[in-house]
């Protein structure tokens, strides 16, 4: 590491600011879209963590997979799935957020107790820096080849069950002479809209689905 | 720069995305706090590796197939909940009983 301990304190304060702050705008703020927003804050301050702790590739990869795949995915989540709906009040539903806070906070005491207790065996081996590239490719086509040939394999067939799963189904055979009337709908099985809270047409939402 | 500092802003973080993740009612910011614990074991992950292995780098080893799995968890989790609301016409979690009884 080339920074001084000073500066990386402070970067690491800032950061650690920046990250806890938009995580709780993620989980708290009532608009989808500004926490969408605040995820990809979140996402880049964690990015910088990793260049913090010499891993410059892993911040790469970071920025390029979260901030601009994964974030604009959900980004696009929310746009197609725009309802704006007052959600039905539940009653006292100040008691289970309550009891969560306090489950959270709890879980987090365990965490910094068992963090600050355990005696950590810190090495003393010079960091890869730079040299972590060639490291993690070595990693990955020696001893981590089977792990990374199934991932490849699951990111394939991930990829094409959300195509098949989120796909529309379209009408293949629409009258030849006769044009559409609207040209910028385009021609889709009606869909029936299953009555929330109704048990009886569960039939109808599994037919609609296939 | 100490490894409890990081571990201690990863347990946090984990600790919001479990509040997040039982507290929301719309789907997608479910799947948001999931990204969120799933940022904390990579944060944890990265921490081991350059303080407790600095010179044999598994941990970024791992913390790469984690970020793959979440890419694509992200991704199919999206097209189930577009295919949920497509056919509900809701993104309230507490009106999800597809898989309950």
């Known amino acids: ?210 | 720069m100490h490894l409890e500092y990081f571990l201690l802003i990863a347990a946090a973080l984990f600790c919001i995305g479990i509040y997040g993740l039982v507290t929301s009612r719309n789907v997608i910011r479910v799947l948001m706090s999931i990204e969120l614990m799933l940022n904390a074991v990579n944060l944890n992950l990265m921490a081991f590796s350059n303080y407790l292995d600095p010179a044999n780098v598994t941990g970024q080893v791992f913390s790469v197939f984690v970020i793959t799995i979440a890419a694509a968890e992200a991704a199919v989790g999206l097209a189930i909940v577009l295919s949920i609301y497509r056919n509900r016409d809701t993104v309230d979690m507490e009106q999800f009983n597809l898989l309950k009884w």
């Open chain 1, 1 to 210: 590491m080339t920074l001084a301990e000073g500066v990386q304190i402070v970067s690491f304060g800032i950061l650690a600011v920046m990250m806890l702050g938009a995580a709780l705008g993620v989980v708290l703020l009532e608009n989808i879209v500004y926490s969408a927003f605040l995820l990809g804050g979140v996402f880049i301050s964690i990015a910088g963590m990793y260049i913090l702790l010499n891993a410059s590739f892993v911040a790469a990869a970071q920025v390029l997979v979260y901030v601009g795949a994964v974030n604009v995915l959900i980004l696009f989540g929310i746009m197609l799935v725009n309802k704006q709906q007052e959600f039905r009040p539940i009653a006292r539903a100040w008691v289970g957020r309550a009891v969560t806070a306090l489950v959270c906070s709890g879980l987090f005491a365990l965490l910094a107790t068992t963090v600050v207790g355990t005696p950590w065996k810190l090495s003393s081996a010079p960091a890869a820096g730079d040299n972590a590239i060639v490291l993690i490719g070595i990693h990955f086509f020696t001893d981590f080849l089977l792990p990374f040939e199934l991932a490849s394999v699951l990111l394939l067939i991930a990829l094409v069950g959300a195509i098949i799963l989120a796909r529309r189904e379209y009408i293949p055979d629409t009258q030849a002479g006769v044009p559409v009337q609207d040209a910028l709908q385009l021609p889709e099985r009606p869909r029936e809209l299953v009555p929330v809270g109704s048990n009886t047409s569960e039939q109808g939402a599994t037919d609609s689905f296939l």
